[in-house]
Each structure stands twice: as structure tokens, then as C-alpha cells.
């Protein structure tokens, strides 16, 4: 997606080999024009997929998502990375690792908003080693609904989240794909590697 890789190019710092900064229109300020267009574009991508819900994890995940749920006319749910008093035992539950904070979290969704009737799409910010993803995944299939497939905002190709996700069969868009972090420069795939 142009208008997403020119802002990455812009104002997108690399903290190191494997690390890209987007506080300043994604992970902490919040571009409302940047994320509708990226919400639009996930929802032209799968719009005769029959999504009935989009499914996120807090707290990046979730801007990108408000928007495909808007155009889809669709609900979303973000699954939270920290127990709730107001949640208990009435929840689906997978552990996430995560890549940035090397910390591992329980996720949870309540039953109440997923069902076995839900063909749920899947969106996150960043694809790095696939945990959050296949945690989500786990999620949707304790609740025996259908995955539709994955969005991605920035998908890092060059680690392993991208081929563990692709390879159990699951659709994954991702609407920025880099190739590489090397030297402090961003540089792209041209096509989706497949
Ligand atoms: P994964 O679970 O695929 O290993 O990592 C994805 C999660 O880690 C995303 O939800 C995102 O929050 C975080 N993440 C992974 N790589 C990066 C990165 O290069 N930059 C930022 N800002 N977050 C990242």
C-alpha cells in the first residue's frame, strides 16, 4: 500500500536489525487518516470472505481495526493482554510471547463475543514471529468459528511469523511487507513473498 510504505520511508525509525519505530502515526500517536485508509483497504481485500467479526489484540491492533470494522459493518473485538476484574472465567485463552517486550502474556476474549458461528478476520500491526497471530488463531479455533485470514499493517518478511502463518493455510495480507532493516534503512518486497 503506497500511501502506508511512503509514511513508513518517512517517518519510520530502525532501532536495529529487527526493530522498526512507528510511535508517530501507529504505536503511540494515532494518524485517523492513515488508519482509515489502512481499515478500507483490509476490507476491499476481503470483502466476499463473509467476515462477521474482526478480531485484534490491544492496544496497536486496534485502530486499524475500528476502520475495517466500520466499512465492513462488522464488530470488533480485541483481546486483552491483562486479566480484568470484569472478566473471568467465561473466556477463551492462548499465551503470547511477545517480540518486542520479551515478555509472554495470557490473551483472553470473553465467550460472549465470539461463537462458532463467526467467520472472523484477524488484524495486528506488525507480523514479526507470528505469536500474537498464532495466539489469535488458537482463540478462534477454541471458539470453533472460521478464520478468514490475517491484515497486516507492516509485515517484516525477513523473520518467521509470515511462513509459520502462510503455511498452515491461513490468508495473510499484509498491506506493508519490508524486506529488510539493514543499516538503519527500510527496504521493501515489491510482491507478497507466497
Ligand atoms: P510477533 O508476535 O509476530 O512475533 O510480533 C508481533 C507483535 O510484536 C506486534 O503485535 C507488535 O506489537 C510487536 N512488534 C513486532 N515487531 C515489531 C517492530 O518491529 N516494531 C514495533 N513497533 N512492534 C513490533
Known amino acids: ?12 525509525r530502525v532501532l536495529s536489525e529487527n526493530v522498526l519505530k512507528v510511535d508517530s502515526f501507529l504505536n503511540h500517536q494515532i494518524d485517523p487518516v492513515l488508519m482509515q485508509a489502512i481499515g478500507e483497504e483490509f ?3 476481503f470483502k466476499d470472505a463473509g467476515i462477521t467479526k474482526i478480531l485484534t489484540i490491544e492496544s496497536s491492533g486496534i485502530a486499524p481495526s475500528m476502520f475495517a470494522g ?16 470484569t472478566l473471568s472465567d467465561n473466556l477463551f485463552s492462548s499465551k503470547v510471547h511477545s ?6 502474556n495470557d490473551i483472553s476474549v470473553s465467550k460472549d463475543f465470539l461463537s462458532n ?3 472472523v478476520l484477524i488484524i495486528d500491526d506488525f507480523l514479526a514471529n507470528g505469536q500474537a497471530a498464532l495466539g489469535l488463531l488458537d482463540i478462534v ?22 511462513s509459520i502463518i502462510r503455511e498452515r493455510g491461513v490468508r495473510v495480507e499484509s ?17 507478497e513473498p507466497t
Open 70 to 85: 466500520l466499512t465492513l459493518g462488522v464488530p470488533v473485538v480485541f483481546a486483552r493482554k491483562r486479566k480484568s476484574l
Open 99 to 104: 517480540f518486542t517486550k520479551d515478555v509472554t
Open 175 to 191: 498491506l506493508a511487507n519490508i524486506k529488510s532493516l539493514v543499516n538503519g534503512k527500510v527496504e521493501f518486497f515489491e510482491e
Open 43 to 45: 476490507a476491499a481485500r
Open 117 to 119: 458461528e463467526d467467520v
Open 141 to 162: 479455533g477454541q471458539a470453533n468459528a472460521q478464520t478468514a485470514g490475517v491484515g497486516i499493517v507492516i509485515e517484516k518478511g525477513f523473520q518467521t511469523g509470515g
Open 1 to 12: 500500500m503506497k500511501l502506508l510504505k511512503e509514511k513508513i520511508e518517512r517517518e519510520g
